[in-house]
């Protein structure tokens, strides 16, 4: 085929894929391309063609040696479990640290409450002491604001993990690797559940007594 | 001139937790007539409908942050001569800058003590005990 026919054919077919997948294109689909392609030149090449090929052939490689790697590291869960998993423990913090935060402020008004009743050097100590809890309570505010910055950098790579899913298509999502078996009671170490997922004393109280 | 305890004062903040601080240090520094605000939209319709003698903001908020509240102040002819107090998380130079050329009339950055919140009210209203 005369190389004015290659470019065109190319072209055209270059042209197809992007009509049919738009700017994300996996890499089976280019290496399809490039296939049909080399396909249609064999016969009609030469030492320059060649050398063309083996470029484009160990190019193939690498991208298939990396796609291997980046397979391995499993994207789809990290993006499903992990990521997922990191904001809501975040989210949790900010709701458990605000609730604990409006406790404290609850006390403290109304132990500045008891002030009028005392004399009034006692109730002076006492409005300064509350002053502190008060100042002390905006920790809350920052490290609500450092969290959410935090939540926002999670969401933004979690943006970027599925996109690299969708550039590389359904290989991402290999199976999991079996984890090793846990030692000991490790599976049994869990950390604090999230509010959604924790059971309240009652319920404890209720398991318990089943034993019974 | 001393300063009127009983002015108006309207704190705008979009952390519930942070305006209850907030109101609470003001009672204990004598100022009870304090409304609240979760955004500069929300500030702004009260400002443009009450008489307010201090305005103390935080600056990262939505849909109307703060640094947009300053600006509508200062460009409202009613509004422009309110003291306001930018009280924020946001410390880097550049902010306080933008700040200061939209008119702040003094800056607080978080976490902040009661000391403080007198010393720059004392700053922009006069000394008051």
């Known amino acids: ?212 | 001139m001393a300063v009127d305890k009983n002015m108006n004062v309207l704190i705008v903040d979009d952390y519930k937790t942070m305006l209850r601080i907030i109101r609470n240090l003001l009672k204990q520094l004598g100022f009870n007539n304090v409304d609240e605000a979760t955004d500069g939209s929300m500030a702004l319709q009260m400002l443009r409908v009450g008489n307010y003698g201090l305005i103390i903001s935080d600056w990262n908020m939505e849909p109307m942050t703060g640094l947009q509240l300053l600006r509508e102040v200062r460009a409202d002819a009613k509004l422009k001569s309110i003291p306001f107090i930018m009280v924020t998380a946001e410390s880097k130079s550049e902010n306080v800058i933008a700040a200061k050329e939209a008119g702040v009339s003094n800056y607080i950055v978080k976490p902040f003590n009661a000391e403080t919140l007198k010393t720059k009210m004392s700053s922009v209203l006069g000394d008051f005990a």
């Open chain 1, 1 to 212: 085929m005369p190389a004015k026919g290659v470019d065109r054919d190319l072209s055209l077919r270059l042209d197809a894929v992007r009509r049919e997948h738009g700017d994300t294109v996996r890499v089976d689909q280019v290496a399809e391309v490039v296939r049909a392609m080399l396909d249609t030149t064999s016969g009609d090449i030469d030492a320059g063609d060649l050398r063309l090929y083996r470029e484009i052939e160990s190019l193939a490689d690498y991208i298939h040696a990396a796609k291997a790697e980046i397979a391995a590291l499993r994207p789809g869960e990290i993006k499903n479990e992990f990521i997922a998993s990191a904001t809501d423990e975040l989210d949790a913090i900010v709701g458990a640290t605000e609730a604990a935060t409006n406790e404290i402020m609850d006390s403290a008004e109304h132990l500045e409450s008891l002030a009028p009743m005392m004399d009034a050097q006692v109730a002076e100590r006492l409005t300064e002491i509350t002053t502190r809890i008060f100042e002390a309570c905006t920790f809350q505010d920052i490290t609500g604001q450092r969290i959410t910055k935090v939540v926002k950098m999670l969401k933004e790579i979690e943006g970027r993990v599925e996109n690299l899913v969708k550039a590389f298509g359904s290989e991402m999502d290999a199976p999991k690797a079996e984890k090793a078996a846990p030692t000991c009671d490790e599976h049994l170490l869990n950390g604090p559940q999230l509010p959604s997922n924790a059971a309240d004393q009652a319920e404890i109280d209720r398991l318990l007594a089943s034993f019974d």
